[in-house]
């Protein structure tokens, strides 16, 4: 029974040596947590490297770029953002209403205004002067503002030139003997003299005892000028009429150098008048002065209007709008851009709720947004509203970021010699012996406690050279 139990005994102690081994040696490549806690740096939080402002308290990844988060101990200080980056919790984003939209691609739309007035079509304006002397007998245009229609009377007038050379026309016309060049001829003097062809034609049928010849109206118009009146003595060449087409008005207004731009020849422009009230008038613009007025830096625009029922008036006061449109741009909204006219920046949406600020370079500015030209993509989002108060939480991160400025240390105090100074005893100069006095008023300075007197500003260098040489000479020299 014995011999069974001893080799058993053996055995179970052997197995039982053999767990405890490996037990021990487990321990030594894997200690227990315990083990591992008591001897490892307390992690603070973990941070992405690649977007500093994504903390969290637990592993995990980078919400923006998918990164793994690295851990930061204690007594470490993380990474550190970028300046101009400032970064809100969700709360307060909340709280300040921030919002974002995307920058994108899009026409910019203009709407510029101007002030103007209405003139009349000056290519069909016409003076009606008188081509020979006379009198006039009777004015049948007789007021301002008076409508005639081309081949209507404006006035009789009786000259004795005119009536000659009528009675010559009517004369050669119903002789027998009259050739084609004689009849030409008298007829081309009466067209020089400023009759029509139909008042010509209309001679031959003209009463015999008639001594007046009528003026008609070459034109269709508006009189907008009348100089004579009836029983008045004209001269050749004399202003009588003048006379306005009113069916198509000049909008004329003045558009300043940073407008000329956004105007171009054919652009429609729309314009309202107090005279026509809820009226919107409609034209084209076909003319652009190249000529800028140097005073106003602004040239002058002409606008056709079309006016066929007479409502439109001479001379009235108009607002024009023209609204122009630039192709496809890369634009932002207004809202966005701060200091537009110093260093315009704005902010941008750079995801885990920090916002980066950005300079930018701003080209035409259109009735809602910005051109840029530099700075944004359209893949960026900027801030459109509460970027006043981000900007306030920049400045204040970029100043406690910045280093104090150096206090200046106390200037230390000067020291003063406590030893007193001897007076010069001799009357002589130690360099050349000679009075002092009498090369003018002598040299005076202290060297090491000893007030020393030369005669000359000559003697100071030769002093300085040699000073215990003459001091020892005076036997005056510092034990």
Not at 347 to 356: C, I, L, R, V
């Amino acid at each position: 029974m014995n011999r069974i139990l001893i080799p058993l005994l053996a055995i179970a102690m052997a197995v039982a040596g053999w767990f405890a081994a490996k037990e021990d040696w487990l321990s030594l490549l894997h200690p227990t947590k315990a083990t591992a806690d008591s001897g490892a740096r307390k992690i603070l939080y973990y941070q992405s490297a690649m977007h500093p402002w994504i903390k969290s308290d637990k592993p995990g990844k980078c919400t923006i770029c998918g990164m793994n988060l690295t851990p930061v101990y204690e007594g470490e200080k993380g990474y550190a953002a970028e300046p101009g980056i400032v970064v809100l919790p969700q709360s307060s984003i909340t709280v300040l209403n921030v919002q974002t939209v995307p920058v994108k691609r899009a026409p910019l739309v203009r709407t510029l205004r101007f002030a103007g007035n209405i003139d009349d079509d000056d290519t069909k304006h016409r003076v009606i002067s008188a081509y020979v002397p006379g009198r006039i007998e009777k004015l049948h245009a007789n007021f301002v503002g008076m409508e005639v229609k081309a081949g209507d009377p404006l006035l009789d007038i009786y000259s004795p030139t005119l009536l000659t050379a009528e009675r010559e026309y009517v004369g050669v016309l119903k002789g027998l003997g009259s050739s084609r060049e004689s009849v030409s001829g008298a007829r081309v003097r009466l067209q020089r003299m400023g009759l029509s062809d139909a008042e010509i034609d209309a001679l031959p049928k003209k009463a015999p005892g008639e001594s007046a010849s009528q003026l008609l109206a070459p034109i269709s118009g508006t009189v907008v000028n009348k100089m004579v009146y009836a029983g008045q003595y004209v001269e050749e060449g004399k202003a009588m009429l003048e006379l306005a087409d009113f069916s198509t008005m000049w909008l004329m207004f003045r558009a300043y150098e940073h407008d000329l731009p956004f105007i171009k020849i054919g652009q429609e422009v729309e314009a309202t008048t107090p005279s026509l009230p809820g009226q919107v008038l409609r034209g084209t613009v076909t003319f652009i002065d190249p000529n800028l007025e140097e005073a106003t830096r602004s040239a002058k625009v002409r606008v056709d209007l079309p006016n066929p029922d007479r409502a439109i008036k001479h001379r009235l006061y108009t607002e024009a709008r023209v609204r122009a449109t630039v192709p496809d741009v890369l634009q932002i909204p207004r809202l966005a851009v701060l200091s537009p006219g110093g260093n315009p920046v704005v902010y941008t949406d750079a995801g885990g709720g920090a916002y980066e600020r950005r300079a930018v370079k701003l080209g035409r500015l259109g009735d809602d947004a910005w051109e840029v030209t530099s700075g944004l993509s359209e893949d960026d989002k900027v801030v459109v509203a509460g970027n006043l108060l981000i900007d306030s939480q920049s400045q204040l991160n970029d100043n406690s970021a910045a280093p104090a400025p150096a206090v200046p240390e106390p200037a230390a105090p000067k020291k003063t010699d406590a030893t007193p100074v001897k007076a010069w005893p001799l009357a002589t100069c130690p360099v050349t012996n000679e009075e002092l006095g009498s090369m003018g008023a002598p040299v005076v300075f202290v060297f090491d406690g000893q007030q020393v007197k030369l005669c000359c500003k000559v003697c100071k260098p030769k002093f300085d050279a040699e000073p215990q040489k003459f001091l020892a000479i005076l036997n005056i020299t510092k034990p």
